[in-house]
């Protein structure tokens, strides 16, 4: 990848960008970045293309970006101190939705220190851009796998979280602490979303339903952890951005709620758990074809049942997502058969 001096900031700006969205080739990133546009916003996006999966992706999903009136581009990492210290020297921004991230728990088994990097030291650079400029609301995902092996459901904005058993989660909550701090030494409105299990058309291909999906295309087996036995909160993409989308006009105010600092943690989940099992079956019915199942045991990391309180979400934005797994899936067949060109049986 090239410095980001030379990539980027050689470019004519002649759009007064709002709002910094960090990976923006990714899944939620270039999602929401369409809804900003859609609705008149002026958005920076900013990846660094990370090889954690097939790059095609992401530039297929960006070009569906770049051709939009008021969407700017640059090929950025948030780890690099130097590269971020000058966008934020050169961009003025109200708002950013920080979403890069080294994703999956369990390649942060294999790979911890790609975590470090991209999770702690990238958010670190966000919270000091977000910090010298000002920012109305700085908006960033955390993840469902904050409440590690918790036994209570549904989980609770409300509930302890210091037990991760994941450092993917570690990270996640080390970021909610952090912009705790910030917002409570310099006023800097910050909320942070525990996302629920997000599926839909443009997913990552790493992700269950993806996978699921190539497999049965193949006639290969599907690995079905803990015997398929788990539960899931699935959340669609349609319905996380209209959610991310209300809260990012409403930044959270001081003295309200647990903490007097402005800093909020919702979840963003379907709040209607759904049995793994359940989820491969619709596949199947979508697709027209049979699954093989490939039962293996629990994976390190991994929890059995995650299960969304979305009550807080509700009150604050008046919004609960709303897409059923049977219409979600559908619709990521129909966005799947077309991408790879596949006939649908």
Not at 31 to 40: Q, T
Not at 123 to 150: D, K, P
Not at 309 to 334: C, N
Request: glycine share 8%; aromatic share 10%; charged share 20%.
């Amino acid at each position: 990848m090239p410095p980001a001096s030379a990539y980027y900031f050689a470019f004519v700006r002649a759009l007064a960008v709002t709002i910094l969205v960090t990976g923006a080739a990714g899944f939620i990133g270039a999602a929401l970045s369409d809804r900003l546009l859609a609705d008149g916003r002026q958005v920076l996006g900013i990846d660094n293309f990370s090889t954690y999966y097939d790059i095609s992706l992401k530039k297929a999903r960006l070009e569906r970006l770049v051709s939009q009136p008021g969407f700017r581009f640059a090929a950025l990492d948030v780890a690099d101190r130097g590269a971020m210290a000058d966008l934020f020297a050169a961009e003025s921004f109200t708002e950013i939705v920080h979403l890069a991230a080294q994703v999956g728990v369990r390649y942060s088994v294999e790979q911890p220190l790609q975590y470090v990097d991209a999770n702690l030291v990238g958010f670190g650079h966000i919270l000091e851009g977000a910090r010298q400029q000002q920012v109305r609301h700085l908006v960033f995902a955390s993840s469902s796998s904050v409440y590690g092996a918790n036994r209570k459901l549904p989980f609770s904005e409300d509930d302890n979280v210091d037990h991760p058993i994941s450092l993917y989660a570690a990270t996640k909550k080390a970021n909610e602490l952090a912009a705790h701090s910030y917002a409570h030494l310099f006023g800097l409105p910050c909320t942070g979303l525990r996302f629920f299990t997000v599926y839909g058309p443009w997913q990552r291909p790493d992700m269950a339903l993806y996978k699921f999906a190539n497999a049965i295309v193949a006639g290969q087996p599907i690995p079905v952890y803990n015997d398929g036995r788990m539960v899931r909160d699935f959340t669609f993409i349609d319905d996380v951005v209209e959610a991310v989308t209300r809260l990012l006009s409403r930044p959270p105010a001081k003295g309200i709620g647990d903490t007097e600092a402005p800093h909020r943690v919702y979840n963003i989940g379907c709040s209607r758990p759904v049995e793994l099992m359940h989820y491969i079956r619709t596949l199947e019915a979508c697709l027209g074809r049979e699954a093989k199942l490939q039962l293996l045991p629990m994976q390190p990391g991994d929890v059995r049942m995650t299960i969304a309180d979305t009550s807080k979400l509700e009150a604050a934005i008046g919004y609960r997502p709303t897409t059923t797994v049977e219409d979600g899936i559908a619709r990521f067949v129909d966005w799947y058969t077309m991408y790879h060109g596949i006939v649908s049986r």
